[in-house]
């Protein structure tokens, strides 16, 4: 498997993996053994598909991170969620279906845990025109995939409640695809000034968090409801929304205050917002997305600085490769690679195996019995300190390594169990049972 650039697909390809269509989530394009034709490939080109897989023997192996069953009812829940989001776009006095969300949320909870090893981030399912829609769900299935890295994490912190129910994540994914819901309760004109200034200081911006939280409160358990209000919550205090605690002025939240289920979100938040910048929902412009390498290492810059959590960060990298299996990437020395596997403890320096000089060509050829050219032997990037990935479907990523400052910095096997919190389910249940005085 091959995972390419639109604008690198060629006649005679063959599709490895299901094309989504961009728009309508849960509707397949082209199944897999389809043979890509020119008139097909500029289909997909119109339709802003941004990546295609295609069949290469030698990489086979590769497909054991893709499940079809995964993509399915990934397809199926965004389809649920971009119609949601529509309809509370265009109508004030629309409803949620809290019950589809919830239903959507257990299948792809129990797919995740059947095929934990093709539980890996790959790419967009909704096209990231839709931007609302799309990081509502990229937020959603991120929040999820992490949260399944951390069974001892969220024991730890919460610590009132049996580990069953701690580890129960249902409702971390409904208040993750949830999280941006009052963004649709904002003005267009303020929406239109934050796409320009990208200023969260911005108090107007800030309400979209306890508009979201009105809209939900009461209809969704209390943990649901505070990843929703407090997903801007930074460890430092930084955060917002503020509250008002006796005297003085109104604070945010800080360190052991912010519940586990919004420092995921927070986290899984930040990191699509670097990939995909909030899509010009005002002006129906696009942005260009970022590596995911990029937006890797500016999310891994909060963490160092104190405002996210250090082990959630280290949850996103076991989920999101800073190069994606089946990439073709190039190294500092020119050499074209496909990135076969990764490390997450040091996740810039994968295993990749060298591209000969006409085998892209020959992918195209793909068919039965054809015989396909082979790549060289594998090159492990940890262990060949002199190179480097400098580029990634043609854009370039030399400035955007990065490394462990400290031995174990991203190990999620280093957990710290004692965690962050302590005793937080209680405070928050009783803080939103009691209208979460929030200012």
Request: aromatic share 6%; with cysteine.
């Amino acid at each position: 498997m091959l995972t390419l650039p639109i604008d690198k697909a060629v006649s005679e390809m063959v599709l490895a993996l299901p094309v989504m269509h961009p728009d309508k989530p849960g509707h397949i394009l082209l199944k897999p053994g389809c043979v890509l034709d020119d008139r097909s490939i500029e289909r997909l080109k119109e339709l802003h598909v941004r990546m295609v897989s295609i069949k290469y023997p030698p990489t086979e192996f590769l497909m054991r991170y893709a499940s079809p069953a995964i993509l399915a009812e990934q397809s199926r829940l965004a389809e649920r969620v971009g119609g949601e989001i529509d309809k509370m776009t265009t109508s004030l006095h629309a409803e949620l279906d809290f019950d589809s969300y919830a239903v959507g949320v257990r299948s792809l909870i129990s797919r995740l845990v059947d095929d934990p090893t093709a539980a890996v981030f790959m790419q967009d399912v909704i096209d990231a025109r839709q931007s609302l829609s799309s990081h509502s769900f990229n937020v959603g299935l991120l929040s999820l995939m992490m949260a399944l890295k951390l069974d001892g994490y969220l024991v730890a912190n919460r610590p009132r409640i049996t580990p069953r129910r701690a580890t129960n994540i249902e409702n971390l994914g409904l208040g993750a695809l949830l999280h941006d819901i009052g963004i649709t309760r904002l003005s267009r004109d303020v929406i239109a000034r934050f796409e320009k200034t990208q200023d969260e200081d911005d108090e107007a911006w800030q309400k979209h968090t306890l508009l979201g939280f009105e809209l939900i409160k009461g209809r969704l358990p209390a943990t649901a409801s505070a990843a929703v209000l407090h997903h801007h919550q930074r460890l430092d205090g930084s955060g917002f929304p503020r509250r008002v605690r006796g005297f003085g002025p109104p604070t945010a939240l800080r360190g052991n205050e912010i519940h586990i289920f919004a420092r995921i979100v927070g986290v899984a938040d930040v990191f699509d917002r670097f990939r995909n910048p909030l899509g010009k929902l005002a002006s129906g412009a696009t942005t260009p997305q970022a590596p995911t390498v990029r937006a890797l290492k500016k999310t891994l810059e909060l963490v160092r600085a104190g405002k996210l959590d250090a082990v959630v960060f280290k949850s996103l990298l076991t989920v999101v490769p800073a190069f994606a299996p089946g990439s073709v990437v190039t190294l500092n020395t020119g050499r074209q690679c496909i990135v076969a596997s990764w490390d997450p403890t040091l996740p810039c320096s994968p295993t990749v195996l060298p591209l000969t000089k006409d085998v892209l060509s020959d992918v195209k050829r793909a068919g039965p019995g054809v015989l396909m050219h082979a790549p060289g032997e594998p090159i492990d990037l940890v262990e060949r300190r002199d190179l480097r990935i400098a580029m990634i479907d043609d854009v370039d990523v030399s400035q955007d390594y990065f490394e462990p400052n400290t031995q174990g910095e991203f190990d999620l096997r280093l957990q710290f169990p004692s965690g962050l919190t302590e005793g937080w389910d209680g405070i928050v249940e009783a803080t939103l049972a009691a209208g979460g005085r929030v200012g």
